[in-house]
């Protein structure tokens, strides 16, 4: 079983910067890929970044160049740090985590509680 914690949302200008982190108890964390997610109203759940258990990170085009992911093992923390924000960056994130094939697919393991994110213009 495997928790997840979300933290770092809140409200920002747009062309600010972020850092939302995920911290997760239990082996599964560490040993698993961990992706985040974001959803905005009325809009398709968007998967912005994904980062394996050895570190490989992967992002969306919307976000690559803008967003980095990275994790720290020691601390069971995944990170995803969010610069040059838009208003279309505007939702709630999500961490989470399973296999590559689940979390790219959709069909994670295990969801955090979502950390909202809002970028004023």
């Known amino acids: 079983q495997v928790q997840l914690v979300e933290s770092g949302g809140g409200e920002v200008q747009a062309g600010g910067s972020l850092r939302l982190a995920c911290s997760g108890s239990?082996?599964?964390?560490?040993?698993?890929?961990v992706g985040w997610y974001r959803q905005a109203p009325g809009q398709q759940r968007e998967l912005v970044a994904v980062?394996?258990?050895?570190?490989?990170?992967n992002y969306a085009d919307s976000v690559r160049g803008r967003f980095t992911i990275s994790r720290d093992n020691a601390k069971s923390t995944v990170y995803l740090q969010m610069n040059t924000l838009k208003a279309d960056d505007t939702a709630v994130y999500y961490c989470?985590?399973?296999?590559?094939?689940?979390?790219?697919?959709?069909?994670?393991?295990?969801w955090g509680q979502g950390t909202q994110v809002t970028v004023s213009s």
């Open positions: 989470t985590v399973g296999s590559l094939v689940s979390v790219v697919s959709g069909r994670p393991d295990y």
């Open positions: 239990g082996s599964a964390f560490t040993s698993n890929t």
């Open positions: 980062i394996t258990s050895s570190g490989s990170p």
